[in-house]
């Protein structure tokens, strides 16, 4: 958990708190930062979830496994060679697009978790942990949000919470079309498990 002083009196979405590279290679655990990150945060993260205010250029870059959920600003080439896992970012004036590395991805909303349920395979959910139980996007997306505000006090997380139904809808999902290939390969052969016992 890394926090401004309490004495602190700037806004922590504009704040850069830790340095570069922050939780590279990272295989589990849970990390919240009040504040902006450098450069290349969660490089290779294969594992670790984390929430973090806003981040420099080359976020996620070359991830394989985690959760990732940025509350602000990102810097450019997000997400490039990501294979793996999942990030949800907050993008309310539409622009995220244009700073992420789409050679590998796809922005997907976030959508509300009944509609979830109804629409979307449960073997294209994400699970927080490895073969843990999968939940909706909103679920991980809000229980996260939660936890940061409880372990940081972070005032972006209390707004976001505070008008939760419209926030929602400025969250993009960034997801590996690898991974999204894998998970219903996956199903698909554990199907074919089950017809043939």
């Not at 060679?81 to 789409?102: E, Q």
């Not at 991805?105 to 509300?112: D, R």
């Not at 509609?115 to 679920?139: F, V």
């Amino acid at each position: 958990i890394v926090r401004p002083n309490t004495e602190f009196r700037g806004r922590a979405v504009d704040n850069i708190i830790s340095g570069n590279t922050v939780l590279y290679g990272a295989i589990a655990g849970e990390a919240y930062f009040n504040g902006v990150t450098g450069e290349r945060f969660a490089v290779r993260n294969s594992g670790a979830v984390t929430v973090v205010e806003g981040t420099g250029d080359h976020g996620c870059e070359y991830m394989t496994g985690g959760t990732v959920i940025v509350l602000g600003a990102t810097g450019r080439n997000f997400a490039a060679g990501m294979s793996g896992g999942v990030a949800f970012v907050y993008d309310p004036d539409g622009d995220f697009g244009g700073k992420c590395n789409m050679a590998m991805v796809a922005l997907e909303t976030v959508l509300p978790s009944a509609e979830q349920e109804a629409r979307i395979d449960r073997a294209l959910w994400h699970s927080l942990q490895r073969n843990g139980d999968k939940q909706t996007d909103e679920a991980i997306l809000k229980g996260l949000i939660e936890r940061h505000f409880k372990y940081t006090g972070s005032t972006r997380a209390r707004n976001l919470l505070d008008d939760w139904n419209n926030a929602r809808t400025r969250f993009v999902k960034v997801f590996p079309t690898e991974y999204k290939r894998a998970l219903g390969e996956m199903h698909a052969a554990q199907a074919k498990e089950k017809v043939a016992a």
